[in-house]
């Protein structure tokens, strides 16, 4: 198994450009999220999904759109990049019967200038 | 609401030192609480985990209690390596709900020969 996958490790955008973040599991977990890491702050819930076709907000949406045709996969899209957005990305999956246990990706630095 | 106070860091310890960091909680009713560690460069991983009151958490020698008197979460090592060099975060998760992680500002373990 590989885990929870996330591509790419590294990328700088420039304020106004868009782009997508691709996670990807292959434990079947219904549940996935996307989380955002900034210095002091811990990470922050962005968007969550329980299940193929169903998604929801967490508490810093704003700035990104979240799907889920797959069980698999739960991109994460920047529609227009702005310096806020400057982060450490993961993406995380949890399922089955220890379903509170969250595996996470290992990040995606995004840098938008 | 839900939140998790973690001590600032960084804590510095040298080798075989006894570590404390703590964690107080605010909950409405009774969450599961969890040490999530984060090694440099990669994603975080479930360290230890308690799901009620006086349960006891452990794994790689790291321990901590859960205590509703108090609302604390203290993780704590009697002997740590300069491998436990990492950041270690404490997070609760309701138990009603979609299973969200809401995550201290995480604390910064260095340790030195």
């Known amino acids: 198994n590989a885990g929870v996958t996330q591509t790419p490790k590294f990328q700088v955008l420039k304020t106004g450009q868009s782009m997508t973040l691709q996670c990807a599991q292959d434990m079947n977990h219904e549940y996935m999220s996307w989380y955002r890491q900034d210095p002091g702050m811990g990470l922050r819930l962005i968007h969550y999904?329980?299940?193929?076709?169903?998604?929801d907000q967490g508490e810093v949406p704003n700035g990104y759109n979240v799907s889920r045709s797959t069980t698999e996969d739960f991109p994460l899209r920047l529609l227009s990049a702005a310096p806020s957005q400057t982060s450490v990305y993961f993406c995380?999956?949890?399922?089955?019967?220890?379903?509170?246990?969250?595996?996470f990706g290992p990040g995606t630095r995004l840098t938008v200038t | 609401g839900n939140s998790v106070t973690q001590m600032e860091g960084p804590v510095t310890l040298s080798e075989e030192a006894f570590l404390t960091i703590n964690c107080t909680y605010t909950a409405t009713g009774y969450p599961s609480l969890f040490w999530y560690v984060q090694y440099p460069g990669e994603g975080l991983q479930l360290l230890l985990k308690?799901?009620?009151?006086?349960d006891k958490g452990s794994n790689k020698g790291f321990e901590a209690t859960y205590r509703k008197e108090t609302t604390s979460f203290h993780l704590e090592k009697g002997s740590v390596q300069v491998s436990d060099s990492a950041v270690y975060f404490c997070a609760l998760r309701r138990k009603t709900g979609f299973q969200k992680l809401v995550f201290g500002t995480g604390t910064r373990l260095l340790v030195s020969p």
């Open positions: 995380a999956s949890s399922g089955g019967k220890e379903y509170y246990e969250q595996y």
């Open positions: 999904s329980v299940g193929a076709g169903i998604t």
């Open positions: 308690a799901t009620k009151a006086d």
